[in-house]
């Protein structure tokens, strides 16, 4: 295994703004050719997905390629909308042409004739810069993505595209048999893009010369909270915790508990974590997940109830407004959890049964992922909700917020 954090970075340039087109190619070399032959060679890397998930890219783009008559449409999914999160905003700042590199040569391999870039409002005039300097053989247009939380889950992503309404859903046909205009659509992350674009140039080799075995390649990881420098770094997956931690510099405060993988992650003791790597089997064994790439730091300073209450409350206002689990159920939890938070009388046990009563029930998996923080908060904060719970609170006075959260959405 590689995982020295002196590894050069492969995705970032050095210096912050965007690279020009003669940049890109003078740092990468010109846009290599290739069509479907270029899938095992992804899969001889094993790359995954960046955006969550972590699904084979190889078996998304073989079953975006076999799908059927219909020509196929590729999407790269750069929406973002994790409040704390800016690993796919700062790629497509500084690396605007090794994202349209990557759906390019998806769109050879899949057979596609359109490639569509979803980006957030802050990033989309780079990207509209980069096409201009670009003549591609395929149709490239980019697209300001919705500003809400699950506009994020590709057939959001894809509904947003087709009707302005970025609504996910779980029920079939998947988007590799038909998505966007009734088409295969292959919907990525910028980031795994960007790394088939590596591949596509270097080789499976080359991409599994960091990382782990089971694991391979790097990462781009958020890293926010009570740190000196919240940024974003790429490190080789099976990284420890507390190495990418240092990255931004001393805690501004003693911790008690880092929030890993995004707002549909987990929290985790930081002690029990700080040791373990940072991969996917690494935090498997403390419940956790590198999810969307975030690690946030929680201070001693801070409620940890609170803060999950805060999140909880956010989510819940989040929902597409699909089904009564998402509609009620999370509204319901979110009022339960914040008047636990408050040092009201409340009932934990009747909030893990409303837990168990929406958890698998959505019509989408935004339930699901706030079940699952929530479940994380009894793990790591259980002495306190149950302070909390009797009334008694956690004895810590209200401190400022550590996680972002945007203004509340009217329904």
């Known amino acids: 295994m590689i995982s020295q954090l002196t590894l050069p970075s492969r995705l970032l340039p050095d210096g912050f703004g965007p690279t020009s087109l003669a940049g890109h190619q003078q740092r990468y070399g010109p846009l290599p050719r290739g069509g479907s032959e270029l899938i095992s060679e992804v899969a001889r890397a094993g790359l995954t997905?960046?955006?969550?998930?972590?699904?084979?890219?190889?078996?998304?783009?073989?079953?975006?390629?076999n799908a059927g008559r219909r020509t196929p449409i590729v999407v790269a999914n750069g929406t973002e909308g994790e409040p704390a999160s800016a690993k796919d905003k700062v790629l497509l700042a500084r690396s605007p042409h090794l994202v349209v590199d990557g759906a390019v040569l998806a769109a050879g391999m899949v057979g596609a004739d359109r490639a569509v870039l979803v980006v957030h409002h802050a990033v989309?005039?780079?990207l509209d810069a980069a096409l201009a300097e670009r003549t591609d053989p395929?149709?490239?247009?980019?697209?300001?993505?919705?500003e809400r939380f699950v506009a994020g889950e590709a057939s959001a992503v894809v509904h947003w595209i087709a009707r302005r309404a970025a609504v996910p859903t779980a029920k079939p046909p998947r988007l590799s048999e038909r998505g966007l205009h009734n088409r295969p659509t292959l919907v990525q992350n910028v980031e795994t893009l960007a790394h088939l674009a590596l591949i596509a140039r270097y080789g499976a080799s080359w991409f599994r010369s960091a990382g782990?075995?089971?694991?391979?390649?790097?990462?781009?990881?958020?890293?926010?909270?009570?740190?000196a420098e919240p940024c974003v770094r790429e490190v080789p997956i099976g990284t420890p915790v507390g190495a990418v931690l240092a990255?931004?510099?001393?805690?501004?405060?003693?911790?008690?508990?880092?929030?890993?993988?995004?707002?549909y992650g987990t929290w985790a003791d930081v002690e029990t974590v700080l040791p373990r790597p940072f991969s996917r089997a690494g935090l498997a064994a403390v419940g956790g997940d590198v999810g969307a790439g975030l690690i946030a730091a929680?201070?001693?300073?801070?409620?940890?109830?609170?803060?999950t209450a805060r999140l909880v409350r956010y989510l819940a206002d989040e929902s597409a407004g699909q089904c009564g689990p998402c509609v009620f159920g999370l509204d319901a939890i979110a009022d339960e959890l914040q008047r636990i938070s408050d040092g009201r009388t409340g009932d934990n046990g009747l909030l893990r049964r409303w837990l168990g009563q929406v958890d698998g029930r959505g019509a989408c998996a935004h339930p699901d992922g706030v079940v699952r923080l929530i479940r994380s908060a009894f793990a790591v904060f259980g002495d306190e909700l149950r302070r909390h719970a009797d009334g008694h609170g956690c004895g810590q006075l209200p401190s400022s917020p550590v996680l972002p959260i945007p203004p509340r959405r009217r329904r």
């Open 124 to 126: 989309r005039e780079i």
């Open 138 to 146: 395929i149709r490239v247009e980019v697209h300001t993505a919705a």
């Open 212 to 227: 782990t075995a089971a694991e391979p390649g790097t990462m781009l990881v958020t890293i926010a909270g009570a740190v």
């Open 298 to 307: 929680l201070p001693k300073s801070a409620c940890g109830v609170r803060e």
């Open 247 to 263: 990255l931004a510099g001393e805690p501004t405060r003693p911790l008690q508990a880092l929030l890993l993988g995004g707002y």
């Open 49 to 65: 997905g960046r955006g969550g998930a972590a699904f084979p890219t190889a078996r998304k783009l073989a079953a975006a390629r």
